[in-house]
């Protein structure tokens, strides 16, 4: 992977710029400082490796060089889509899954942030936000996809069972083809952020439907319940044990099956 094939096999697509890095922290921050500048639209940092990589919280996002794809895509978003920025993970996890199906591998989205193939995490995805004032400016979205086999971390370094695509499919990946299809199909999806088609979209896909779950987050009680689908703006639905509905909002949420 370097600058120049990726302007070639991305250059169909109508994004903004690109910044490619052999290695770098956190495309994430990169992105972050570059969309608070004076990024385009679609613009796209990406790297080989990640030697600070984040998940939520500040928690590790593991990326060896030459094994997976880091990238983060700069959304401006329009006064349409404003409103409606709380499903971009869900735009996000979707692109990705769509991306994968091809596959014809079994793809869930593991609420609210996680691409999960057979069970199995493949994908991680942070967004974060610019803000001017009380007004977002861009949204930056992360994401992190194990692409062959030595992309997926030790067992012990991780809170959730992970896989990479190449485990799966038991074939060489492209890791510049996989990036290519998963852009593609974002920009296609993009215009359902604004209807509740994306939301239907992102229930069909999501993992443990009507399971019993437990979700944590910090200095709470756990929860415990069915989920029963998703919100309007993308949150979780759940049917606890008196058969009530709960809604559980973003944030630092870890969702676990209960088996
Ligand atoms: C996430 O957080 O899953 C979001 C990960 C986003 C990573 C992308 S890569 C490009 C961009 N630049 C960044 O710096 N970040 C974004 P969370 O739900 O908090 O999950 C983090 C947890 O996933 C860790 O605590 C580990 O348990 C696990 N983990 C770390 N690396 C992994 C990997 N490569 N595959 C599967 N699980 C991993």
Same mark, same amino acid.
């Given at each position: ?24 922290? #956190? ?5 972050? !400082? ?20 984040? $998940? ?10 030459? !094994? ?8 401006? +978003? ?7 920025? #709380?499903?971009?993970? $869900? ?44 007004? @977002? ?10 692409? #062959? ?11 959730? +069972? ?5 485990? %799966? ?8 083809? @996989? ?41 709470? +009680? ?11 703006? $993308? ?8 058969? %009530? ?15």
């Amino acid at each position: 992977m370097n600058q120049n094939e990726l302007k070639k096999s991305l250059s169909k697509l109508k994004l903004g710029d690109i910044k490619y890095f052999d290695s770098i922290g #956190s495309t994430n921050d990169e992105a972050l !400082a570059w969309a608070a500048d004076d990024a385009r639209d679609l613009s796209l940092v990406i790297a080989d490796e990640q030697t600070a990589g984040r $998940g939520r919280l500040d928690r590790k996002w593991i990326t060896p060089k030459g !094994a997976a794809l880091a990238f983060s895509l700069i959304l401006r +978003p329009t006064a349409e889509e404003k409103p409606r920025l #709380s499903r971009t993970v $869900g735009l996000a996890a979707l692109a990705v899954a769509e991306s994968l199906r091809m596959h014809e591998l079994n793809i869930q989205v593991k609420w609210p942030n996680d691409v999960l193939i057979r069970g199995r995490k493949v994908c991680g995805i942070l967004v974060e936000s610019v803000w001017s004032g009380e007004d @977002v400016d861009c949204v930056v979205i992360g994401v992190g996809v194990n692409v #062959s086999k030595n992309s997926v971390p030790p067992a012990e370094q991780v809170l959730f +069972p992970a896989t990479s695509i190449e485990d %799966e499919t038991g074939q060489e990946t492209n890791r510049v083809e @996989v990036l290519h299809h998963i852009l593609a199909t974002f920009i296609t999806l993009r215009p359902t952020l604004v209807t509740d088609e994306i939301i239907t979209h992102w229930a069909g896909l999501l993992a443990f439907q009507n399971e019993s779950v437990q979700v944590e987050s910090p200095n709470i +009680p756990p929860i415990v319940g069915q989920i029963n689908g998703l919100e309007p703006d $993308g949150s979780l639905r759940l049917l606890n044990e008196h058969g %009530e509905s709960v809604t559980v909002r973003f944030g630092d949420v870890r969702v676990r099956p209960l088996t």
